[in-house]
Each structure stands twice: as C-alpha cells, then as structure tokens.
C-alpha cells in the first residue's frame, strides 16, 4: 500500500500504522517503507508520515539520515504543520554530525511567520543542548530572540527553554517580565505552570521580603502589615510621638515594588484554574512571595482541590501540610474539609491527621479530639496508630488538654486490639515524661499489662518507665522485673535490652530485693545469641558490680543510669520541609530530586528596578493617563476591593476586569513613575493606602481652588462628588439632627458603619463621600473608618478573611489578669442588681495606668450585663480618669488586632473629659470563647497607648437557668473525655454552702440551680459566643474535704474553668 501510486492508499496505511504505533506494537521494520513517503504531495500523507518519523527517528539514525535533504525541504514547505513537522523530526535524530544543520533550522524556525513553528523551535532548543552542550552561547541568542515574543503560544514553551537551557542568565528575563506576567492568564496551561515557578525564583532575587519587618516583632504578630506607620510627608511631632513605641521606632516602612505587585495581582485570577497543577504553582508563589496579610486567599484554592482524585489529594495535602505549620490561620476556617472520610486511602487519611494535628489551637482542640475519639474505632490499623500519635502531639504542644488526652489514652489501654494499646503505651510513654510525679497511677496501671501487651515496642515502653520512675512505684518494679526474668529467654531485642536496663536500675535503687534478680538476668544475658545483648550485659556488670579491676566510672553508676532525661519533643515531619519549593518533587520525597533548582533567597537591598524597563512610543506617555488616574481616585471601591476584601471572590472579577487597562500601563511606566500608582491600585499594607489617600486628598484640594481651566470631564467628576456631599450630609442631618459638626457626624457615622444592616450601595456612597470631603480629622482616623467599611462587605463572604494572631507588643502595660483591683463599685444606674450574681463583687482591673496614660488612668470590669448590640459579645465597661491637669479629647480607638473569628463593638469616643472628671463608656467585645487578647490603641488627641484586653475564662460565660433533672439529663450526655473531676480541701472560711456559692459565682458568671441535697452545690451556664452548656458540681465531704466536677463540650475551657475554681475555693 504504501509502494502504491494512489494517495488514498498510501493514507489509508498510514493511518493503521500510526493506529499500530498507539496500541504500542512495534512498527519499525516499515521504516524505509514509510521515509520514502516523504516527499508525498499529499498533505494529509505528509502529516502522518512525520509522526511517525518523529518516534523511530532516533532508533533508525542511518536510514533517517539518508532523507535528511527531505527534511530540510519540509522546513521551508508553504503549509506551517508541515514545516513545524520537519524541525521536530530534525531535531528528533540524535546524531551530531548533524547539529550545524538543526542549529541553523532552529535559527530559522525562530523567525518564522507562524507562531506554532517559533514554538515548535522553542521545543527542539532543549534537544539540541543535551546533544550538544557546546552550542550553549548559540541557542541563548534564540531563546532571548524568542523571549520577545509577544504570542501566548510561544510564552511557555521558550520559558521551558530557558530554564533547561542557562537557568541562571536572570538578565534575559527583566526586559520581558512585565509581558510574561500580562500574558500568563492566556498561556496554555502547562505553559502557565513553567513561567509562575521561574518568575517564583525570579522574584526571589529581584524584589524585597514583603515580610522584613516580622523580625523585628514577636513570632505570629502581624504588625508588619496593620501596624501605624506614618506617611513621609507628616509633621516632625508625630515622628517624635511614633518614635515613643519601642517596636515602631526600629521599623522602617516597607513599600511593595509595582513589579511585585503586577505578579501578585496577574496570577490571582488563575487560582479558578481548572488544572490543579496551576493552582498548585499559584499558591506556592503567593506562599514564597506575598505579604503574609495576603497568603490567606490561596486556602480555599487548595481546599477545592481536595474534592479532585486521590493522586492530587496526595499532593496538596503535602504542601498543605507544609504551609499549616508556618501560617495556621490560613486554614482554620476549613477545618471540616480536612476531617477523614472512611473511603480515603490511608496515606491520605494520614496526611489529613497532619493538617489536624498542625491547626489545632485553645479554641478548636475539642472538636479535633472528638474527631480522634471516631478515627480510633477505624478498621485501618496504620491509621489508628497515626490517630494516637496525633493526639499525643496535641497533648504536648497544647497544654490544657494533656491530662483530658491522658485519661483518653489510659482507657484505650483496655482496648481488645493489641495494636491500639501498644500504640498508647509508646505514646503515653512520651507523655508521662512530662511530668511523671502525677501521674505514678498510670505507671501502676501499665506495669499490669506486661502480661497481656505482646507487642515488643509496648514492652519495652513500659519497662523503661518503669525503670525511669522506679522511686514512685517502689513495691511494684521489682515485682515486674521478677516477672521478667522468668520470659527474658522468649523475648525480643528490644525488650531484653529493657530488662537489663531496667535490673541495673533497680540494682542501684533497691539493691536488697533485686541483687539477686540481677545477677540472674544478667548472667542470662551474657549467653545470649545477639551481640548486642551480650555486650551491654558485660558493659552493665563492670558499671554496677564494683570489683578491684573496675574502673573510675562505676563511682558515677547511679549519675549515668537515673540523670533526668529531657522530655521528647513531638514534632511535625513536615516542620523542616519548607526549604524546598512547594509543589516541587522535591519537597513531595523531602530529597533534592535531580534537576531541582533551589529557591534564592531573599536579597538584603532591592536591586535596581529599572532594568525592567522597556522604552514605549511618545504617544503612550500622552495626558490620557493622569485622566485615567483620576477615574480611579474617584471609585475607591474597586482599586481598594483587591486589598480590602482579601479573598473574596466577588473582589477577585471587580479587580480582573478592572486590570486590563492598569496593568498594561503599569508594564509601560518607569519603576519610580508607577509606583504610586500601583501601591494605589490594590496595595494590602495600610502604610502605602495611608500615603495614597493622603497624596489623593492634597491633589483634591489643589483641584478645587484651581480656577476652571480643566477639561468637561474633570468638571463632571467634581460636580458628582458634590452631589454625593449633599446627600450623605442629608442622610446624617436626619439619621442624627444634634449638630452639624463634621467631627460629630463623623465619629457618629463611623458607630453606625459597623451595623450589618446598610446595604452595599450606601457603604459605596459613603465611602466616596468620605473620600471628597476635606478630612477634619488626621488621615489615619479615615483609613480605619475605609477598613470597616469593606469589612461590611465581607460578612455575607464564603471565606471568613484570615484575622491577623497578634501577640500583643506591650511594653509597658501590667498583664490585666495579674492586676487585681478588688471591687470597683459601680452605681445602680449602670449595673441593675438583678443580673449580677449573688453577692458577688465585680472584679476591676487596670487598663491605663496613670503614669504610662499621662495623667489617663482607665479601669475596666466585666459587668456581666447583656451587651444588648449583639448577644455574643462580652460587655466589658470602662471608667476613664482624667488625672492630668488639662482636658483630654477624642477619646477612641483604633488599629484593633484580634486572634481569627474576635469581633469588637467599638466604645462610642467620647469629645471631652476635663481635668479631674470621670467618664464611663461601655464596649462590646465577641472573644470567640477563648481567654486570647483584644489589643488595640486607646488614642487621644495627642496619644496613642497600646492596650490589651483578656479575660478570665469565667467571664466567657453567661448564666442560664435549668431544673435539676434537666440538669441531670445534661451532665450524662457530657461524660468521658467532656467531664474533669478534682478532690481539693476547702479553704476555712469557705466550708458553709453561702461561702461557697459566693466564691463560684465571683470566679465565672454561672447561675445556682436547684438540687435536693445539701451536700451539693450545682451551677449551669452557657458560653457567650457558641452556647456550649458549662456545668460545675461542688459536692463537699466531711472535714472539709470537697469534689469539683465540671462538664462542658469545650475540653479546654472546662480545664482552664477547674483551675480558676479551685483556686477560688482553696485560698
């Protein structure tokens, strides 16, 4: 058929072959057959007689060589497919005589007409360098001609070339960066993946740390993007006053490079990618390169992909994993997608237990541990023993819950299968490390299942801690080693070691009821099979049976055996994977794969940026942008939406269909020329939104007193702004009608602002009200007020922005729970009496002190009063003093810093305080249940102090009223590891029902409920924020003995809950 004459012939083999090729059958033979057709006129022939030249060609060198003018031919045929087809067959023998020839088609392919032959060049480059390495300084001069390409076809491919090519030639790419970033969201998708890791690596050693300045601040805190810095421009006094707050003072104020920000705000979009390679590459960029207030808008990326195959499960949970142990709060509020579901594969529920283990905190370790509770009863065994690994982590790194996990463990000790008991003894092992002096029952309870555990590993577990705590089970050790001795010959290694150990021990411990034993096991040892055994027996009985041969060491037996042994720290395997890049093999095998290019670091000063710079026509550089300019000063809403609204999907369209025009003029304009407008555009750091809005504001009034020279549309804008002037001062004449003050109805607008009633349409006209009114107060005041406003947008959001975990930087303010300021008496008309709990003072504590205030003293108590705003928060009421001798005003706050899920209800400012005078003011604020900080600015006129408000956890709580058999109903559904019970000895003056009631109440706002016994006292509340029922029992006993039992859903409250307790009714 192919010796035909017919064309339809030939294509009809062609086509069996290529079939044959497809199924994997092996069709060389025909390949002298097949070269022949070459120089078939049929296209169609043609097409097919190249595929299957490009897959013998290799193999069938000398016959392909001999058609090489042929080929050569093909490359300059009229029809594209043809001549890309040529230089892929060219390029495809490997032979070096011919590499002058495929060089000089690649040169010619790279300026072909048709952009599939430039990309088919970009595909031979590679080829030809692992040919022939010599030719290096040849093909970079294509790849930097194919660089410039302005086609989405040829983009990838030269990129692929270029990183196989001369990787490390990073001055190739700065003239085309601009371009790459604009054209990546029209790449081809594997295409995309190639250039976001180069561009990752390139923006490496190009561009600043957006994370500098976390150095200087405490580990977590994210000062470096919320904190106050000021714009250049600003007076001397208020550097003076910025100066005052140590951390501040050595931070310099960091301004994201236009560049960088064009990455970032150009590979945003493709996180919607449907390849998951691609949104993999995306977040491994934002992981390495964005600010970290940004890296947040990567988690519900990656969360999608976990609903995709197995495979790429595999994979993100990898990276994920990576990313939970440096940024948790990313993913804290997808806790629930990482739950285990019982189709997954084991190496996939493992991974997920990781993430868990890694994003568990104080607030949400309850529902990990029930979680847990489930994965045990799981048929997967390498899973179970994953799951009590993970619960021993927990235990380590929270504290609050180590005993609730210990009790659990001790009761998987009575499980029917050996290997989740085994699995608790190594891990309670390690727990019990900590603080062995407790826990000396759990030791007796695991020195009786010697004679059930087979397991060696669990064996030896428990004879080492036997052997380590003997002193605090002295009766029951030598009993074990008695047991021992009598199996050593049957057991293992690893657990004859551990007797041995265990006997040298006890020998210097208790020598009079173990000398013998020892001398037994140890005689038994010397004779054993495994070397290892029959050295530490001699080694031991030269140690700790002196004789007159023995050296100096067996003076110091006792040091060597029983010194104190460090607790073992239970770490991530993935803690130290991050030194490689995510999403690369790499880091999936924790090796350096072959082929794998390190991630730079970053550089210590920004290189100099104008080397991106590419020269433009005049006509581009016309007044149409300083129009263009003002277009975007006047909508706020959308240039901010990208920086305000964080990962909002709506923020995401807004800013894409936006960016075409800023994006293409940021790629034309000089580094210092765009960089203003670029930090305008979509900047997350308030220090470059407080420097654009304030340079925005000044160029709005020169505009107004400019006399009426510019052109209609300026005009138009301006009479617009007014318009929205008018009716903003309307709607706040009639929301308020007290007094036309702008302060007022500022500060007034800004209380309102935080109500979740206003539509979208006002915050939009409120906001560009805000922006052309002429600002009364300082700038920083109104870029708060914009925060909250976009915040206002983000309620009905699918993903809750992740909140900055802020350690609080606080100099020079006592801790407020250590300052106790016994009862703070409070008059009628704040506090109605019925609400507070019997008889019980509320506690005031110190939130200003004077000194520090400068003359402002400001106390703080809980008033356990509804916060009737919003029912879960806590109202907390503050009384200020005004110490000083003149007037204090504008009393606010501001720059408030809250762990993930806290919300605050600002208190309403107050104008004046004059000299000697009180004010109180009452503030909601939603800690989430949990006793972490609220920490803020208190400002002034003139100051501004760091404050932090932390409750006790008793203060978490609200009192709720129950019957004793509803009560009773409750307290047996919150049993296992929900119920923490402690015997304590009650204080003297606190041994009669009335005492102890009083101290209770004072210590957590819990109400009495009912019981028919006079032995008892029982309390029921609720937590403010999820409605978690607490129950608290004090059931006393004779001579002042007492039993406190509490029960509450949340592990942590309910322990942290004990310890307030006891301690109030101990001392």
Known sequence: MLDSNKDSLKLEAMKRIVAMIARGKNASDLFPAVVKNVACKNIEVKKLVYVYLVRYAEEQQDLALLSISTFQRGLKDPNQLIRASALRVLSSIRVTIIVPIMMLAIKEAASDMSPYVRKTAAHAIPKLYSLDPEQKDQLIEVIEKLLADKTTLVAGSVVMAFEEVCPERIDLIHKNYRKLCNLLIDVEEWGQVVIINMLTRYARTQFLNPNMN??????????????????????????????????MAKRKPYVMDPDHRLLLRNTKPLLQSRNAAVVMAVAQLYFHLAPKAEIGVIAKALVRLLRSHSEVQYVVLQNVATMTIKRRGMFEPYLKSFYIRSTDPTQIKVLKLEVLTNLANETNISTILREFQTYIKSMDKDFVAATIQAIGRCATNIGEVRDTCLNGLVQLLSNRDELVVAESVVVIKKLLQMQPEKHSDIIKHMAKLTDNIQVPMARASILWLIGEYCEHVPKIAPDVLRKMAKSFTNEEDIVKLQIINLAAKLYLTNSKQTKLLTQYVLNLAKYDQNYDIRDRARFIRQLIVPTEKSGALSKYAKKLFLALKPAPVLESPFKDRDHFQLGSLSHLLNAKAGGYQELPDWPEAAPDPSVRNVEVPEWTKCSSREKRKEKKVEKPFYSDSEGESGPTESADSESDSASGLESASASEESGSGSESEESEESSESEEEEEEEEEKDKKKKKKE??????????????????????????????DSESESEEEEESESESSQSESEDSESEAEVKKKKKAAESKPPAKPVKKESKK????????????????????????????????????EGLSLSDAVLSPATISPSSALKSY????????????????????????????????MQFTNNASSDTKNLHMEDVKLQSGMRVKEFPEIELLPAGESATAVMGIDFCDSTQAANFQLCTHTRKFFVSIQPPVGELMRPVFLTENEYKKEQGQLMGMNEISEKLTLDVKCRNEHAIVQRVTTAANLSRVPCGSDKECRFAGRTVTSGSLVLVTVATKEE????????????????????????????
Do not use: W
């Open 1040 to 1067: 002042g003995g007492a039993q406190l039992t509490v029960n509450c859903e949340k592990m942590v409250i309910g322990t942290m809950l004990v310890k307030d307790i006891l301690l109030a009714l101990t001392q």
């Open 786 to 821: 914009e925060k909250k406003e976009m915040s206002l947008l983000d309620l009905d959001d699918f993903e809750p922005a992740p909140s900055p975990q802020v350690t609080p930087v606080n100099t020079f303010l006592s801790n407020s729970l250590v300052t106790d300021l």
């Open 704 to 733: 107004l007193k400019k006399p009426v020279q510019e052109s209609e549309s300026e005009q138009s804008s301006e009479e617009e702004e007014r318009k929205h002037e008018r009716k903003s001062k309307q709607r706040k004449s």
């Open 846 to 877: 110190e939130l200003l002190h004077r000194i520090t205030g400068e003359g402002l003293s400001v106390e703080f108590c809980f008033s356990r009063q509804p916060f009737s705003p919003d029912a879960n928060m806590v109202a907390v009421q």
């Open 214 to 247: 976390e150095s200087l601040l405490e580990e977590g805190s994210d000062k470096t993007f919320y904190g106050s810095d000021e714009d250049e421009d600003e007076e001397e006094e208020e550097k003076e006053k910025k100066a005052e707050a140590p951390a």
